[in-house]
């Protein structure tokens, strides 16, 4: 009976680590399965290596993830973000593909507008600017533009 | 039978009223920037126009064919960002028209450098309801720049609210660098800076 009692005591510690770990998993990679907030779509001209789940900022604070990126025709790359609740994006809105640093990670910032209208929940940002290609605008600073 | 046939002639005018708007509206966001561009570049090209002398009176006549398909309105307001909704009438139409002056006073020579020996690619155009892009590249002999319009159908005329030059975009440009104008002073200090900045493009020039 007590050794009965010991093992059930055990199993109730590693089901116990065995959620921790997956909470951890979850939340330190930021996979939130349920996903909250709401999706708005965005194509660009070029990403050039923005990855899925890469972060959305707003003044450098962070309010959402690229949920997906998918080729969209004519060559674009339409990608989808998904954004805090409480956060209001105007029809004027402007994304744009920035990187953190020189040769940081790829992200999408986001200038909210302010205009009469809001994009709602599954909507759509129009403007846009594309990754600008900073190797390549050293390079030809360096070596001279033919 | 006859008043079917009045009916006929009556639906007649109507119809052809139809015609002649949808054609008005017909003319494409991508055909509006051509003609726009092209009656520009005939200009700046021409002759009877040319040398320094003349600079004045080209870069006036040039305005002219712009300003028509330019919302300086729409362009200022969505630079300007939040501060906007504060400003009183006056001082939107004031703001307006420094930007207008700011816009014309930077791009007015580079665009005179720019003009010998180009040509103007139209690869297509992108529409979206009353919103429309039109990307065009400027091809010179040895540089490809792409530079897109951004247009809104404005009561039935396509007006050009932001540029894009190589993916930098005018607006969002602007809004930062006003944005922290205005957080690190004032609105009327950025005024006074756009201002002086105008004043500094011109005696430059």
Redesign the interface.
């Known amino acids: 009976m007590r050794k009965g009692n010991l093992e059930l005591v055990v199993g109730a510690f590693v089901l116990l680590g065995l959620g921790c770990l997956a909470y951890l998993a979850i939340h330190l990679g930021k996979m939130e399965i349920m996903g909250s907030g709401y999706p708005v779509s965005v194509t660009f ?2 990403i050039s290596g923005l990855k899925m789940g890469a972060a959305v900022e707003v003044a450098g604070v962070e309010v959402g993830r690229v949920e997906s990126i998918q080729l969209s025709p ?1 060559d674009r790359a339409s990608v989808t973000l998904r954004l805090e609740p409480g956060l209001k994006l105007h029809d ?1 809105a ?1 994304a ?1 593909i920035r990187t953190k640093g020189i040769i940081g990670d790829k992200f999408v910032k986001l ?1 909210p ?3 009469e209208k809001l994009i709602p929940p599954g909507g ?1 940002i ?2 846009t ?4 290609d900073l190797e390549e605008l050293i390079s030809s600073y360096i070596h001279g ?2 | 039978m006859f008043r079917l046939l009045t009916r006929t002639y009556a639906v007649i005018p109507i119809f052809i009223l139809v015609l002649a708007v949808s054609t008005a509206m017909a003319a494409s966001p991508k055909e509006v920037a051509k003609q726009v561009i092209d009656k520009a570049l005939s200009i700046l090209n021409d002759p009877a126009y040319a040398g320094p002398a003349k600079k004045q009176q080209r870069h006036d006549l040039v305005k002219q064919i712009v300003d028509r398909h330019f919302d300086y309105r729409e362009m200022a ?2 630079s300007l ?2 501060t ?2 504060s400003l009183s009438n006056p001082q939107r139409d004031e703001f307006v028209r420094i930007f207008a002056e700011l816009l014309e006073a930077s791009y007015a020579d580079k665009i005179d450098r720019y003009v010998k020996n180009v040509r103007i690619d139209y690869p ?1 155009e ?1 529409l ?1 309801g009353d ?1 429309a892009e039109v990307p065009t590249v400027v091809v010179r002999p ?2 490809r720049i792409p530079l897109t319009y ?1 247009l809104h159908n404005e009561s039935g005329t396509w007006m050009v609210y ?1 540029v ?1 030059i ?4 005018l ?2 440009n602007y ?2 660098q006003f944005s922290r104008v205005i957080s690190e002073s004032s609105y009327a200090e950025l005024v006074k800076r756009l201002r002086t900045k105008v004043n500094e493009q011109r005696g430059g020039a």
């Open positions: 001209d070029n004519g004027d402007i744009s200038s507008g302010n205009s759509k129009r403007d600017e594309a990754a600008i533009k033919v | 307001k969505r960002g939040a906007w909704n297509g992108r979206d919103y040895n540089d951004r932001d894009v190589e993916g930098v975009s607006v969002s809004r930062s």
